[in-house]
């Protein structure tokens, strides 16, 4: 093949890497077969073409009936199984198509390498749905995230990436419906994230820290009226016990997540006040209970109501489930930890009070206290002790002192692994 001028159309373009071929029509390549010059300029942006002795000819007849351009047909075919996700007409209650999901799903199953070309083809369709301001299709989006991870668990590494960057993208929209969405999809992936690519990776790591203090801050929130107030805490509650319950929250490298969840736990309890005998019996009985999971069946309830709900179940849930709910998930955060987190753990809970000054609430804070030690073992209560005791004799808030820091309670990792 000297030059491009001897190519006939009596042979067929193969693609040198193993795609199928598939059928086009005359008039999209008229133009090229009238130019030559256009066809040298394919070959030169595809490289991998094979040509045999006599292709391409510059006469009228159409090429062959299956013809590959690589350049243009990379970025093909997961996009169009995607698109046919979408509902033609804009609906009430927008919901991918199932047929065309469960081919997709089928599609990713079988070639878990494409996983990556539709995670990175989701993250830009969401993207620019959140710049044109298509709610409807953002939720589209994120149910097809859904099904992505639900399905593909095992291969999660593929689109982890994609996936962390559109949840950290909808959380600051402001919009709560969009963010109960979001927190329903981070609730799924923190159940299959053990955590092993945070370290590989800085973009991501940076990522899903940011993405962590978003849905902390929403468990804080401060709303003007208790409306706005308890839909934001019960997003950010929910992303927070599927932290806690997920294995990445544990990890070695992982040591900085204490200081975001203890303060979005601590600021979802009601402490009652030192005349108030009777809250403070039922507080003990219900810390009691947790020792012996007797809270397990109301949490299970409550997660079942909100996992089966595509909107935010505000009408449902009271602050005095939230208040609940935050003594079962620093139970479990605590039953959970390694010794070596347990410190973070302490730490985190004595800076809190240093903070918000609710060491006046004395029998508050023991029963506070006395849920972390509960859940732990005897050896390893003695590390909550020396961090308490550490922090009692420094007088001063330390969280206000940024320049001299925390006192050290004279414990390091050496000596807690021993314990």
């Not at 007409?89 to 997709?104: A, F, G, M, V």
């Not at 240093?354 to 590390?383: G, K, N, Y």
Request: charged content about 20%; overall charge neutral.
């Amino acid at each position: 093949m000297s030059t491009i001028s001897q190519i006939t159309t009596t042979d067929v373009v193969l693609h040198a890497g193993g795609y199928r071929p598939y059928p086009v029509r005359h008039y999209r390549y008229k133009k090229y077969i009238a130019h030559p010059a256009r066809w040298a300029i394919r070959i030169a942006l595809s490289p991998c073409f094979l040509f045999c002795s006599s292709c391409l000819s510059t006469s009228d007849h159409p090429p062959p009936d299956y013809i590959l351009f690589s350049p243009f047909r990379r970025y093909v075919k997961h996009a169009t199984l995607i698109e046919k996700c979408y509902p033609a007409e804009k609906i009430s209650d927008p919901t991918p198509k199932s047929n065309e999901l469960s081919y997709l799903i089928y599609y990713a199953q079988s070639k878990p390498a494409k996983l990556a070309k539709l995670g990175s083809y989701l993250e830009k369709r969401i993207q620019r749905d959140l710049y044109r301001r298509r709610s409807n299709d953002i939720k589209i989006d994120l149910a097809i995230f859904n099904a992505l991870v639900n399905s593909c668990s095992k291969d999660l590494s593929f689109f982890i990436k994609n996936l962390v960057f559109s949840l950290r993208d909808v959380t600051i929209t402001g919009d709560p419906e969009l963010i109960w969405l979001a927190s329903h999809t981070f609730t799924k992936f923190c159940a299959y994230h053990d955590g092993s690519t945070l370290s590989i990776d800085p973009d991501l790591c940076s990522a899903y820290r940011g993405l962590i203090k978003t849905f902390g801050s929403y468990a804080q929130s401060n709303a003007v009226s208790d409306f706005e107030r308890l839909r934001y805490r019960l997003i950010g509650l929910r992303a927070v016990h599927a932290l806690v319950e997920s294995s990445a929250t544990y990890s070695s490298d992982n040591r900085s997540e204490p200081s975001v969840l203890i303060p979005a736990i601590l600021a979802n309890m009601s402490p009652p006040s030192l005349s108030d005998r009777r809250s403070l019996a039922t507080l003990e009985s219900m810390i009691e209970s947790l020792a012996a999971d007797g809270d397990k069946n109301f949490v299970d309830q409550l997660l079942a109501s909100l996992e089966g709900s595509d909107n935010i179940c505000e009408d449902t849930v009271s602050f005095g489930d939230l208040d609940r709910w935050a003594y079962h998930i620093l139970h479990r955060l605590a039953k959970n930890s390694h010794a070596s987190h347990i410190r973070s753990l302490a730490h985190g809970v004595v800076r809190y009070l240093d903070l918000t000054d609710m060491w006046s609430l004395r029998e508050w804070v023991t029963l506070l206290f006395r849920c972390i030690m509960d859940a732990l073992p005897p050896h390893q209560q003695t590390i909550v002790i020396f961090e308490i005791l550490s922090q009692l004799d420094w007088r001063s808030p330390w969280g206000i002192a940024a320049d001299t820091g925390p006192p050290t309670s004279g414990l390091n990792d050496a000596d807690i692994k021993d314990s």
